[in-house]
């Protein structure tokens, strides 16, 4: 008697869109309610349970981006096309480099100057979170006890990096732009918030750029999970899904303080940090096409045009 043949499935161990997920639904479900809580406080210092699973958050948001830039090599540089595409390798970097070494190589244009400028400075914050480096802080009041003032001082055996020497304000322990700690126990909901809004910039670009190549795809937010941070929102229409809908209720969940330091520190443009780019010009624009070919080219969307041209200088 034959023997019955089996079946397999093979698939790419991406966590990108996992990581992303768990790490908004923990900012929202932790270290909101802390936030909230505090709302009024001056931070530093920050309540245990707000700052842990912002600062957790920060770690799981830059390592789904470098998850999400390989996972973009591969299809573009590893998977074999067929025909071969040209101009392969497209991206002049490999798995194993850090993200301070990948984003200069996808972020070239003099208008992205900032923005990489802001990512370099979150993957500062995130390495003194997963890198333990340990201070001596101190808090002290006035004698009325009002005032209080915190210090920071590295301890001997620590030292600072080149890469965070480049991003740090001179005399104090937060970077230079964004304005994020480089004391673990001093990251608070609000660093988290701009993390998510400059990542969500990013990530719009590279879709922009790439197409479905670079797409994360829909993150669903639910009610029972995430009523409080989405106040407001029709839920009878429907549940928030884009990466736009996350990044509009982190900043909206903010004090009106809170949102205008946050854009103080974006350089006081919020709309590239929280709309999403306008698509490419697609198949079905203007009369030119038929009904028939514009459904066949949404089933089968053509390959991005990236995937033909020469990587840019």
């Known amino acids: 008697m034959a023997k019955a043949r089996g079946s397999s499935s093979t698939s790419v161990t991406n966590l990108s869109f996992n990581l992303i997920e ?17 709302i009024n406080h001056r931070r530093p210092p920050v309540a245990r349970q707000e700052n842990v699973n912002a600062a957790v958050c920060i770690s799981m948001l830059t390592s789904a981006l470098d998850y ?4 973009l090599k591969y299809l573009r540089d590893v998977y074999v096309h067929k025909p071969p595409l040209p101009y392969t390798p497209y ?10 070494v990948k984003l200069p190589k996808l972020l070239k244009r003099p208008r992205e100057k900032r923005l990489l400028a802001q990512l370099i400075e979150i993957t500062c914050c995130r390495d003194w979170i997963v890198h333990p480096k340990f201070y001596a802080v101190t808090q002290s009041w006035g004698a009325d006890f009002q005032d209080g003032r915190l210090r920071a001082m590295l301890l001997p ?3 600072l990096r080149f890469k965070t020497i480049e991003h740090k304000m001179r005399r104090q322990y937060f970077t230079k732009i964004l304005k994020l700690p480089l004391v673990p126990t ?3 909901y609000v660093d988290a918030v ?9 990530l719009n670009l590279l879709e922009w750029r790439y197409e479905n190549y670079a797409r994360v795809g829909a993150i669903t937010a639910y009610q029972r999970q995430t009523k409080e941070l989405f106040a407001g929102w029709n839920w009878a229409r429907s549940d928030p899904r884009e990466l736009e809908d996350w990044a509009k209720g982190f900043f909206q969940s903010l004090s009106v303080t809170d949102q205008n330091k946050v854009k103080k ?3 006081g443009r919020l709309g590239p940090y929280l709309k999403k780019k ?9 009369g030119k096409y038929s009904l028939t070919k514009i459904l066949q080219g949404r089933k089968s969307p053509p390959k991005p045009e990236f995937l033909y041209k020469p990587p840019p200088n």
């Open 22 to 38: 768990s790490a908004f639904l923990l900012l929202t479900q932790l270290s909101f309610p802390a936030y909230k809580h505090n």
């Open 68 to 71: 999400h830039l390989c996972y």
């Open 91 to 100: 991206f002049n970097w490999v798995f194993d480099d850090t993200l301070s």
């Open 157 to 159: 055996g620590n030292k």
């Open 186 to 188: 001093w990251v608070s």
């Open 194 to 202: 701009v993390c998510i809004l400059v990542f969500h910039r990013l």
């Open 265 to 267: 520190r974006l350089g």
């Open 278 to 286: 306008p698509p490419r010009p697609s198949l079905g624009g203007g």
